[in-house]
């Protein structure tokens, strides 16, 4: 509303800043604009500032300094409850002393709607999350992933156009957590409600959203799709928390035609993409290369392409891939993974390779 | 085992029915326990239940009058209360037998004492008369009918003679009629005369006030166990001493603390008339009466609601709030209809203490109680160390049980008593 670049932004965060002391800031300078429908998913470390910032959009807390907006209105000022935002709790929340029914029921009755209405919308929720003949037990006579279909459903009960998660599969077990991970994917795209998912979980934030958003230190570090996440992390931080990534330092010799060049601490030269603004010739910089994404059979590597020496330290046999652990300049965390086809060479410890991979698939990045 | 299950009990691998073998393997184990518990069970059963079993027994025992008037109470089985007329000689003879061996023994002034409940003027008559009894000879002095007359004119009243007949049996339930203010009429239990009722007043008095001590402690324990629970542990720790600062000290010095407090030239007053809001000669009466009782009951007994609802609401996680006001709900409805059911646990638990407490407290109500605000309790103190009534003391103890048994069963049944948590 107050500027043009709000209009078709849904829910939008304009240079909002949270101190809890007044001392440190936990979020600092954060800007952020959701489009209606998308699912939009916070991801980072403990202490990061994405729980905080959840808890400000959801009006829990309020900014220090800035502006949230949520359809175009300043919701700085209002109450958390009329906001109408559905929300997901870590613990989910629902409250012992009623029984599944009326968990539902409670947004509805607040909200002065008819017994008649309360049922149906009650009933459609419940059979929306498979849950259909549970209304009359109690949430302790649930399982974890039955209480957390009941806190979805009772979050999106009453229609709300937003809905924030706070790391709602958390206390689930494994298997659980991928199907639940499926389900509320398919939910929210199917309701076409926007979605704002907190996790620390990168696989949950890459397998489940439209956009990532990756905190640190009280700031968005990244904000992309998740391939363009994993594939093209855009500093150091980012290629570390996502996914497996392997690091080399050194310094940069020359920049061109989109390719850097960088001599490694032990002498070695590769080549790069550089992707910081940092990287300049003479600049210390670190690489970051994916394990999968490094080759060790010369026939498939590019002619006239650098490769670095490497000594075998270890040897995983993991099923679906091997996972062998190698020195490289120095570096004895050097991993590369390999997909177990019937052609695939499986190294031996000892063994001494050479390395190398496509200047793309290495990034330059912030020393 | 998929044999056993047509072929009978569970066999272990001995042979033994699986049953018995794991009573035998538990068997050692109850035993130990036992063996642990054993002597506090001793020490329990020795000094706390027996004595209560003998007192409560006492409520109905009136074996003195038959052990101490053996051959008179079979005489004055014949004898009709209704006749108008005092009973004929051969019950007087029984009587003078009887004392005869009483005076010896020197139980007429305990039975004296004891029928003194009942009807005023025996228990010197029995002394009187025991004193002369003494001097007589049972085999030259017959008959003794006017000689009892000639010691006192009461043993030719026909209600000393219908007393002693009421409460000849070994048995009786006097002291209960006497505990609801009725009494043993010619025509089985009728009411005291008006002037005489008290304990049905009292029983009315301790249970309301008990009621009102538990409700002001609910309404001021509340906000503090909330404010308590919601603060950081280090802080909240700080203030649960303050809480606990009470127990440090006597209960008789706090309860004289209400006394300075509240009485007619005391702190309040003074404050009161100095402020301008009280003139000097109308000074408050907040002692000595049911207001000073409650003052300091509440305060006394505060702790006991506080703890109970504090540890409760402790284990209510801040989510609960907040989930209630992201679907919708005010602050006010987040709290009564999330936030407050689940701490009812805290109150009632919290109340139960309270109200057992309040209901046989003694020392504030007999300090600061004045007359129109003493208890039950007071009355049966009074009665087993002044008026040494064991039997009525022990039937008003009977009942005040009773009545906290019947209202714990009652809260059971609206409340359930598994909804009770300390914690």
Not at chain 1, 100 to 105: D, G, Q
Not at chain 2, 353 to 382: H, M, W
Request: net charge negative; glycine share 8%.
């Amino acid at each position: 509303m107050a500027n043009s670049a709000s209009t078709d932004a849904f829910v939008e965060f304009e240079r909002v800043q949270k101190s809890y002391d007044g001392e440190t800031l936990v979020v600092k300078d954060l800007n952020l604009q959701m489009p209606q429908g998308e699912f939009l998913t916070m991801l980072g470390p403990s202490g990061s500032g994405k729980t905080t910032c959840l808890m400000m959009l959801a009006g829990f807390e309020t900014a220090t300094h800035g502006d949230i907006r949520l359809d175009g209105v300043s919701i700085n000022n209002i109450p958390p409850h009329k906001r109408g935002i559905g929300m997901v709790f870590q613990n989910y929340a629902l409250f012992p002393h009623m029984t599944i029914a009326e968990n539902l029921s409670f947004p509805l009755e607040v909200r002065k709607m008819g017994k008649s209405d309360r049922e149906a919308k009650i009933k459609r929720a419940l059979d929306m999350v498979e849950m259909g003949d549970f209304g009359g037990r109690r949430p302790s006579q649930l399982s974890g992933g039955q209480q957390q279909r009941v806190a979805l459903a009772r979050a999106l009960v009453f229609e709300p156009e937003l809905v924030l998660m706070d790391e709602p599969l958390g206390a689930l077990d494994k298997q659980l957590r991928e199907k639940m991970q499926f389900e509320i994917t398919h939910l929210a795209h199917s309701l076409g409600i926007t979605t704002v998912y907190v996790t620390h979980d990168q696989t949950e934030a890459l397998t489940m959203s439209d956009r990532v958003a990756v905190f640190d230190d009280g700031r968005i570090q990244q904000l992309a799709p998740p391939d363009q996440l994993y594939e093209a992390p855009v500093n150091s931080f980012v290629a570390q928390f996502i996914g497996e990534n392997n690091t080399l330092e050194g310094t940069v010799k020359e920049i061109k035609a989109g390719r850097a060049l960088v001599q490694l601490d032990d002498g070695g030269l590769i080549d790069c993409t550089p992707v910081h603004d940092s990287v300049q010739a003479g600049a210390r910089t670190r690489v970051s290369i994916r394990p999968e994404r490094v080759e060790y059979n010369k026939d498939r590597l590019q002619e006239g392409a650098h490769t670095l020496k490497a000594e075998v330290l270890e040897f995983i046999y993991m099923g679906d891939i091997f996972r062998t652990r190698l020195r490289v300049a120095g570096n004895e965390e050097f991993i590369i993974k390999t997909r177990n086809a019937p052609d695939q060479v499986r190294l031996k410890p000892g063994e001494q390779i050479e390395i190398g991979w496509l200047p793309e698939d290495c990034r330059a990045l912030d020393a | 085992m998929s044999d056993t299950t047509d072929t009978g009990p569970v066999l272990a691998a001995d042979g033994t029915p699986l049953k018995r073998s794991l009573a035998r393997a538990l068997r050692m184990q109850k035993l130990r326990a036992l063996m642990l518990i054993a002597p506090l069970l001793l020490f329990v059963l020795l000094t706390f239940i027996l004595p209560i079993v003998d007192m409560l027994f006492r409520s109905v025992e009136n074996q003195i009058v038959s052990e101490t008037l053996p051959k008179t109470v079979v005489e004055l089985q014949e004898w009709d209360a209704s006749s108008g007329e005092a009973p004929g000689e051969a019950v007087f003879a029984a009587l003078a037998a009887d004392m005869k061996i009483a005076v010896e023994a020197k139980t007429h002034t305990r039975l004296g004492s004891r029928l003194n409940y009942e009807k005023t003027g025996l228990s010197s008559l029995f002394r009187k008369s025991g004193r002369k009894v003494k001097r007589w000879d049972l085999a030259e002095d017959a008959p003794f009918k006017q000689k009892f007359i000639d010691i006192d004119e009461d043993w030719g009243d026909v209600d000393v003679w219908r007393t002693l007949q009421t409460y000849s049996p070994a048995f009786t339930n006097g002291y209960f009629l006497n505990s609801i203010d009725m009494q043993k009429g010619v025509d089985g239990p009728e009411a005291r005369p008006e002037n005489q009722q008290i304990y049905i007043t009292l029983f009315g008095r301790t249970l309301f006030m008990s009621l009102v001590i538990t409700a002001s402690c609910i309404l001021l324990g509340y906000p503090v166990a909330w404010i308590l629970a919601n603060l950081p542990s280090r802080t909240a720790n700080l203030l649960m001493i303050l809480v606990l600062l009470p127990f440090w000290t006597s209960l008789l010095v706090r309860t004289s603390a209400w006394k300075v407090m509240l009485q007619q030239q005391g702190v309040i007053n003074d404050v009161l008339v100095w402020l301008g809001l009280v003139a000097d000669d109308s000074r408050l009466v907040m002692i000595n009466n049911q207001f000073g009782t409650i003052v300091a009951m509440t305060h006394i007994l505060l702790p006991f609601m506080i703890l109970p609802m504090y540890s409760v609401m402790q284990t209510i996680a801040p989510t609960y709030l907040r989930a209630a006001k992201s679907l919708g709900a005010t602050n006010w409805t987040a709290f009564w209809r999330v936030y407050f059911p689940q701490s009812v646990p805290g109150i009632g638990a919290g109340s139960i203490l309270v109200f057992i407490l309040a209901i046989g407290y003694y020392i504030t109500p007999e300090i600061v109680g004045g007359t129109k605000g003493v208890f039950i309790s007071n009355r049966i103190a009074y009665h087993i160390s002044s008026s040494l009534n064991w039997g009525l003391a022990a039937a008003l103890g009977t009942i005040l049980l009773a009545v906290v048994l019947l209202l714990y069963w009652a809260y059971d049944k609206i409340v359930g008593i598994d909804n009770v948590k300390l914690g």
